[in-house]
Every structure is written in C-alpha cells, then in structure tokens.
C-alpha cells in the first residue's frame, strides 16, 4: 500500500512537472509571436526594397470604398504586411538554410525542366509580330499606364542549376523568337543601309561554356552553339556577325562568367571586344595596358533566384574591371529624364553584394553617352544593349571619339532617327542568349518602327 502511495505522488509530481513546462513554453510561444506581431507595426524597419529578390516590395494599399466592400483592400493590406515584414531577408536566409538541412547533395535545380525547339538547318522565316499581342506584362513593362512613365524591366533568372559552388541558368531554344530576331537584325540593317554598319554581338551564357554537353543534355538543354550559327548564319550579308563561342570555349579555363550571378565578367567580354576588334579590322588594346579596379564580395542573380543556397553565398564573387586609357567619364540620363555625370568605372567598394555588377557604365540606363577627349575625327558608334554589354561598353571608349548606349528595355527614341542626327558610323547590337525572347525582341523592334 506505502509502495503504491510513493508512485501515485511520483505520477502526480510528474504530472505538475509536465504542465509546468507545457505551460512554460505555450507563453513563450505566445510572447514570440506578440513581440513579432510589435516588430511588425514598427513601421520605420519596413524594407521598401529587396536586394536579394532585386525588386521592390509592395506598397501600401490606397483604400476605396469598392476594395472595402469587396474585402480587395484587406487582402491587399495582408500582402504588404507580409512582404515588408522587417527583417524579411535575413528572415528568408535563416528559413532557406533550415530547409536545406533536409538534404546534403552537391546538385540542386530550382525551377522546373523542360525542353527547347529543335534547331533547323536553314531558315524556317517567321511571322510579323501582331502590334495588339503584347501581354499584360510587357504591357506594363514598356510604361503602357497612360502616365508615360518608364517602368523598370528586372532582370530574372529562369530554371537554376547548381553544381559544386557555381549556378547555371538551363537554356531552351524557341524557334519563333529566334527568327524573329533574325528579322528584326536584318530589318535594321537594311533601315540604316548607307548610314551605318550592323554588327551582331551574340554571347553564350555560362551554361554553353562551362558545363559538360552530357549534363546540358540530361537536364534537356539546347545546345547554344548550334543555335547560335543557325542565327548568324541567316543574318544578311551586310551584318557583320561577331562568333565568339569557339573563343570563349577555349578559354573556359579562365574566369569569364560569375559563379552566382547570370553575368559575364569583363575577362569574359575582353574576348569579344578582341572578337569585335577582328571583324572591324582595328587593333585591340590589350588588358595589361590598362589600369585596373577590383571589387570583392559580389553575390548575384542566381543567388537570388536560386532559393539563396548556402553554397553560392560562401563562394562570392571577385569583380576585376578594366578602365579605358582616353576616360573614365560619362554621363548617364536615368529613367527620370536625369541626367547625371558618373565614371565608366565607378567605385562599387561599399554597394550591397548584389549590386557590385553595376560598377560598369553605372549599370542599366535608358542613354548613356561617353566623350574621348583624344580623338577629334568624328568616329561614333552607338551600343543597343542589355545588361551583358556593360562589361562591353568601356573596351569601345578608347576607339571612338564619342560611344552612344541605349539599354534597349528603356530607351524611347527611334533609332534610324538618332543615327542619322549624330552620324554615327558603326551600331552594335550585344545581346546574350536569353534575349532571343519573343519579349526581347518586340523591344528592340520598337526602337526601328
């Protein structure tokens, strides 16, 4: 009876003892969540800007009575909250290091596989592109909201493939698209036909030159080189095309793409300005002739899109930027109709990680226009480009006394128009393999119609 008197006292003390702890950590959780709820009201720690996802985040809503009464404005309200909770990213990078605990393999894909076009052996043409047949989105993009504004267009990153400590952007063909930019290249040329000569600078991404043919096409990639040549090779005879994935391919030793950013670097873009400087028939000015400038800790676009995997933030990346001998000024009009004076190269020491690629010709602008004070013989050349031809851009300063840049998902003006009012002698087209999008494309046939 005494024995069984001692374990009923002992059940109950562990009894007490297990709600005693229950309880404990029921108000801790509560506390947790009060004091989250607090730091969530402090409206001053709401971030207006993600640097990681490279967007901006939401605003908050504008109530009307309609969004009211129809529950819009709430659900709206709960997005914002939730999209500038302060401490977001640092919130987004604990969570994405807790779930890769899940799993310890060297390989990671994020984002769905599919498939490409089969490339054809000759031209198959293509379609005009109908005026009405933009989407919503490129709508939008292009500043189609009746208030004129130039709405920024982000660059993303589809389907990431990471191996080891570097990402790759898997890469499909589309047909359409691609004779579409056929057209639109040799539509150009025959527009500025007596005026100005087109060049063609089409640059593989990291994936066509790093990552082993077998693997590409396990993961069901198209092979860039042959899409390359069916491109160029069906270029007009008057559009000087510049080849560079056989160049790039024999230096792929070297350092000449990011292993967490989409880009290439300015090693990378060297071999095409050499590759550029043959086509033309003038001497390239070698990279030890140049003074450098040299940035560390930069993490980029497929750190972003890639589910920000541990692998890529421990290996950042190392920025090396050659300058041009003549100058390193410039100027700059930003989508504000600003314009501003900046440096070929500017200083990205103390930028955020993800923002360091814009130490080349300040980054994405609609206009940017560089003087070389060396030259006095009215040699120009205008560059119609996206984001891979800022690393381009400062190798032209040296041979030319003034280098125009269109970014081409901003600029407004038309092209024929502008070439013939600054008499300019050579137009470069730089484009890297993702812009032979149906998107891309409409773009830059905008800028000739």
Not at 73 to 95: K, Q
Not at 284 to 289: A, H, N, Q, S, Y
Request: proline share 4%; glycine share 8%; hydrophobic share 35%.
């Amino acid at each position: 009876m005494e024995v069984q008197t001692k374990r009923q006292k002992r059940k109950e003390r562990e009894r007490k003892r297990y709600h005693y702890y229950l309880k404990m950590e029921i108000g801790m959780f509560r506390w947790t969540i009060l004091l989250f709820c607090l730091i969530g009201l402090l409206l001053p720690l709401r971030p207006e800007k993600s640097n990681v996802e490279k967007r901006d985040l939401e605003k908050f809503p504008r109530p009307t009575v309609s969004g009211i009464l129809k529950g819009d404005f709430f659900a709206d309200v709960s997005t914002w909250y939730a999209d500038t909770f302060p401490f977001r990213e640092r919130l987004l990078t604990a969570n994405a290091a807790v779930e890769r605990l899940y799993g310890l393999g060297k390989e990671q894909i994020h984002g769905s596989v599919g498939t490409g076009d089969e490339i054809p052996t000759e031209f198959t043409g293509a379609d005009e592109r109908p005026e009405d047949t933009l989407s919503d989105d490129e709508s939008v993009a292009q500043g189609d909201e009746g208030d004129g504004t130039v709405h920024v267009v982000p660059e993303s990153a589809g389907t990431i493939y990471i191996a080891q400590d570097r990402a790759f952007e898997l890469y499909y063909f589309a047909l359409d698209p691609a004779n579409q930019y056929i057209n639109m290249i040799n539509d150009a040329a025959q527009l500025l036909k007596g005026k100005a000569t087109v060049y063609d600078v089409l640059v593989p991404t990291s994936i066509g030159i790093y990552l082993d043919q077998k693997i590409q096409d396990s993961l069901g990639c198209s092979d860039q080189s042959k899409a390359f040549e069916y491109v160029l090779g069906n270029l007009d005879p008057s559009v000087r095309g510049v080849r560079l994935f056989d160049t790039l391919v024999e230096h792929n030793s070297e350092y000449l793409y990011f292993r967490t950013d989409h880009h290439w670097t300015a090693d990378g873009a060297y071999y095409a300005y050499q590759q550029f400087c043959q086509e033309k028939g003038i001497d390239p000015i070698l990279r030890d002739e140049r003074q450098i400038q040299e940035f560390d800790g930069f993490v980029g676009s497929f750190y972003s899109f890639g589910d920000q995997a541990a692998v890529l933030a421990q290996n950042p990346d190392h920025i090396t930027a050659y300058l041009p001998k003549s100058t390193n000024d410039m100027t700059y009009t930003g989508t504000d109709g600003v314009t501003i004076d900046w440096q070929v190269i500017s200083d990205v020491s103390q930028y955020d990680a993800g923002n360091k690629y814009s130490c080349f010709i300040g980054g994405d602008n609609p206009y940017s226009v560089i003087q070389n004070p060396t030259l006095q013989d009215g040699s120009s050349c205008l560059v119609i480009k996206e984001s891979y031809g800022n690393a381009f851009v400062p190798f032209l300063v040296d041979h030319y006394q003034t280098v125009h840049v269109v970014d081409y998902r901003y600029f407004e003006g038309n092209i024929p128009q502008f070439v013939g009012e600054n008499g300019i002698q050579d137009v470069i087209f730089i484009n890297n393999a993702d812009a032979l999008t149906e998107s891309a494309v409409g773009y830059m046939e905008g800028l000739f119609q």
